[in-house]
């Protein structure tokens, strides 16, 4: 008998697409892809790039608390006057402004 798909490996390998988090709209400028995980009940929903992620016993609650993360690396990095970043910031700032547009 052949093994069925099981729904973690259909969310492996997830696009991000656009989301809102409060006033803001994050657009990715390039194909970016959420990593998904599910262990013993729990989902973490990643976004390696950025060392960023989300987790809940619940997909989509994992997938919004990665996004509210991702707007606080955008607040503390990208809003963030230049001269107070360090150099590891100023990296962070320039990968986060290269893989997302927000309006």
Not at 43 to 68: M, N
Request: hydrophobic fraction near 40%; charge should be negative.
């Amino acid at each position: 008998m052949a093994a069925q798909s099981s729904t973690i490996e259909f969310y492996e390998k997830h696009p991000l697409m656009e989301f809102f988090v409060g006033a803001r709209r994050f657009v990715p400028k390039i194909p970016i892809n959420l990593q998904v995980d599910y262990d013993d009940g729990l989902w973490i929903v990643c976004l390696p790039f950025v060392d960023a992620q989300g987790s809940s016993i619940e997909y989509h609650e994992a997938k919004l608390k990665l996004f509210e993360y991702i707007d606080f690396l955008w607040s503390e990095y990208v809003s963030c006057p230049e001269e107070e970043l360090g150099e590891t910031g100023r990296m962070q700032r320039e990968l986060l402004q290269e893989m997302f547009k927000v309006c």
